[in-house]
């Protein structure tokens, strides 16, 4: 590995410092978007039970201890479930826009790096090839393949490791985006399905509210 550092030149470390910031990127966010993903049917089934009995602290207190944007909203609907209906809607929206930025975090560094690597691999091959030209100037006409290997090692490697830290990120980032995307559905649908509840299935189930 190191014989292949010296062969490929000085581009050689920028492409490493983006291979290892795109590993620490990807570990921290499948570590994140693991404990953000939760069941969201079963989390509002237990959240329906416990609210029906008229202990909505102790439902605030179970959002908290849950991770994820899911609990977040539901526990934002829940602190908000006197609004009007409209204003309920809007809060209970803003507050899933809210969560998205956090589970995009890194993914444009992950991307960047996917996108930036190939272009340093070609930037090590174009100043290979110019060492090559170089050197045969510097040698002509009696230049030998010892004189030009340098700078064909450094175009060859360059652009393989540039290649092979590319391919990779953008796998990474592509499997991030998909988990993103999942939780993203899972959080519309809880925002439907609490809105539904506190506004409907709630009120029609308060005795206060039927007709003597």
């Not at 329906?48 to 991770?67: F, H, K, L, W």
């Not at 934002?76 to 006197?82: E, G, Q």
């Not at 070609?122 to 010892?146: C, K, S």
Request: charged share 15%; proline share 5%; glycine share 8%.
């Amino acid at each position: 590995m190191w014989e292949l550092m010296v062969k490929g030149g000085w581009i050689m470390w920028p492409i490493m410092v983006c291979s290892v910031t795109a590993a620490v990127f990807f570990l921290e966010r499948v570590f994140h978007l693991h404990r953000a993903q939760i069941n969201p049917d079963d989390f509002l089934s237990g959240i329906y039970t416990i609210v029906n009995r008229g202990n909505m602290a102790e439902a605030v207190s179970i959002c908290d201890q849950t991770p994820g944007p899911v609990a977040h909203m539901v526990r934002t609907a829940l602190l908000h479930s006197d609004e009007p209906p409209v204003e309920l809607k809007q809060t209970i929206n803003k507050a899933g826009l809210g969560e998205v930025p956090r589970l995009e975090k890194n993914l444009g560094g992950l991307l960047t790096v996917a996108q930036v690597t190939p272009l340093l691999g070609l930037m090590g091959t174009v100043i290979g090839l110019i060492r090559v030209f170089m050197a045969m100037e510097q040698n002509a006409p009696l230049a030998e393949i010892g004189d030009l290997s340098g700078g064909i090692w450094q175009a060859l490697v360059t652009t393989a490791v540039g290649i092979c830290v590319s391919i990779p990120s953008f796998a990474a980032y592509n499997f991030l985006l998909s988990r993103v995307e999942s939780i993203t559905l899972n959080m519309e649908s809880a925002a439907e399905e609490i809105y539904r509840f506190l506004v409907y299935d709630r009120t029609q189930g308060d005795p206060s509210n039927e007709t003597l």
